[in-house]
């Protein structure tokens, strides 16, 4: 195996300043999202999120481990605190802002090109959305924002390290989003077909980068062998009931809208890669292309693809600047003053009422097409972001309906992990108990019961079948009534009087949940 390879095979580009204006725009990127994001309240899938903060382990069913720690952390920093809750998303927000004025930076863009880099993922819709939610969405951003920077710093330089530092981040990329091996497949794939990069895969620089990537990702391997690989039961159901509905033609063509601010310089940037100036970044270039097949191979939702952008924007911005600052203005501002209407689609500045009407009147259907395939008269994220804090006043109420005796062994449970998990975060202001659900990961926090003597259903569909044949009574306590939720009309049912001892219905539940994926 080769140990060393020739000296670079292009010059160094020549970096200059890092400037003030993108520095602002990283700070007004994270103060924006911050103080904006959480206006209409927590979505489903963060408070999923902050109850794995609760329960720290090396895996969960449905995402690798990483979030988890900073859900905890915003938990123990901020406290009840929604606009704590986006402090996470909003820096690394920032931060990707900054990598991309960086990458811009290292190939030899000035503070224009910088500046445009940082302006054009600052505000493309696709990371207005992302950046406002505690979701893994945030750190795949990043963490293929900051695999680019590292690629164009090798390329220029060849510094045996940097390929450490690569397989550190793949590592850690990969304990944040599964998806990251899309993006390293794809640059395995774009750098096999790059002559000038090619010889540095037989050298024992990339064996480590490869090793220490394996390394930190190890221990979410370990966890998924013992845990009989949830993860490709959390595939297999977003096969059977989301991504059947995705169009490979709709794919494609939502790539732009979603990217919309900064869509003119990517599309620059994959020019950029196949000219002579451009050919140090042709792996970059090539990849985005592997990735995009390997998503439409895989019936990958369309923001799937969001973290490949971020660089192709930036070399995009070096592109243009090159062959003329007018050229570089006019194709950012084309861009902001497309995605200038969908804003306040993206960002809670209307009111959920007035939102409804305004995404009425705009022409991108996709905006409020949901998983299901179907329009709806909201964008899914704000849907999810609705009623949740009506099921804990109805469980307070239906504890009330209870003696002591059996309110001390009544069973709070939620039909999904949003359920539960706003449960929560509301129900300790009003004295309720944990509340808890066998909906993927929540299966593992559920403790067998030492007695049963009610149970609390918070339903998100039909009644449950089961349960009423296990008590005598039920009483529908009451409804979800927001008319913008998308659990409108969900049901919170009082069971009373077990005709017998539940113990043993309950422990089974909890094995069959944990050991299979719902």
């Known amino acids: 195996m080769l140990s060393s390879v020739s000296a670079p095979a292009f010059p160094a580009a020549r970096p200059g300043r890092l400037g003030a204006g993108l520095l602002a725009v990283a700070a007004a990127k994270f103060l924006g999202q ?24 090396w895996g969960y069913k449905e995402i690798p481990p990483l979030l988890a720690p900073l859900a905890g952390l915003t938990r123990a920093v901020f406290g009840h605190s929604v606009v704590g809750v986006k402090f996470f998303p909003a820096l690394f927000g920032a931060l990707t802002v900054l990598l ?17 880099a940082g302006v054009a993922v600052a505000v493309a819709p696709v990371y207005l959305a992302m950046h406002g939610l505690l979701q893994p969405n945030f750190l795949d951003v990043f963490f293929w924002t900051l695999y680019g920077y590292l690629i164009v710093r090798f390329v220029h330089t060849h510094e045996p390290r940097l390929l450490l530092w690569l ?6 990329g990969l304990l ?4 990251t091996a899309f993006y390293v497949l794809a640059l395995l794939l774009a750098l096999l077909l790059t002559p000038e990069e090619r010889p540095w ?36 159901k977003l096969q059977e009931t989301q991504l059947t509905n995705v169009s490979p033609l709709s794919f494609l063509v939502e790539q732009l809208p979603m990217t919309l601010a900064g869509a003119p310089l990517w599309l620059a940037g994959l020019w950029f ?24 191979l895989s019936r990958g939702k369309n923001y799937y693809a969001a973290a490949v952008y971020p660089p192709l924007m930036a070399l995009g911005a070096v592109y243009l600047e090159r062959k003329s600052r007018p050229l570089l203005l006019g194709a ?12 306040p689609a993206l960002l809670p500045v209307l009111s959920v009422e007035r939102l409804a009407r305004y995404v009425r009147a705009l022409p991108v259907q996709a905006l409020t097409r949901w998983e299901d395939g179907r329009q709806h008269q909201l964008p899914q994220d704000v849907a999810d972001m609705q009623g949740w804090d009506e099921y804990a006043p109805l469980v307070q109420r239906a504890l009330q309906r209870l003696p002591p005796q059996e309110r001390a062994h009544c069973i709070v449970y939620g039909d999904n992990y949003g359920q539960a998990g706003a449960l929560n975060w509301f129900g300790p202001a009003l004295g309720l108990p944990r ?31 089961d349960l009423k044949q296990a008590f005598r009574t039920m009483e529908v306590v009451g409804r979800v009534q927001n008319p913008y939720a998308r659990v409108r009309g969900s049901e919170v049912l009082l069971f009373r009087h077990p005709k017998a001892d539940l113990r043993p219905f309950v422990r089974k539940r909890i094995r069959e949940a944990q050991d299979g994926f719902e």
């Open 273 to 296: 890669g196949f000219t002579r100036a451009g050919r140090p970044y042709r792996p970059l270039v090539l990849a985005y292309f592997f990735v995009i097949g390997l998503l439409l």
């Open 176 to 179: 944040a989003k599964y998806t």
């Open 435 to 465: 509340a808890y659900t066998l909906n993927g990961s929540n299966s593992y926090w559920m403790p067998a019961p030492d007695s049963v003597t009610a149970f609390i259903y918070a339903n998100e569909g039909d009644q449950p079948e």
């Open 201 to 236: 895969l037989a050298t024992r620089w990339f064996a480590g980068g490869v090793a220490l990537a394996l390394l930190i990702f190890l221990p979410n391997l370990v966890w998924q062998a013992t845990h009989h690989w949830p993860v490709l039961g959390h595939m297999h």
């Open 167 to 172: 397989g550190a981040a793949i590592g850690l």
């Open 332 to 343: 950012l501002a084309l861009g902001l003053l497309l995605t200038l209407p969908l804003v």
């Open 34 to 57: 911050l103080l904006l994001s959480g206006r209409y309240g927590l979505h489903r899938d963060e408070y999923l999120y902050l109850d794995m903060g609760r329960h720290l382990a």
């Open 100 to 116: 991309a004025g960086l990458i811009a930076r290292r190939a030899g863009g000035g503070r224009g090109a910088q500046l445009a």
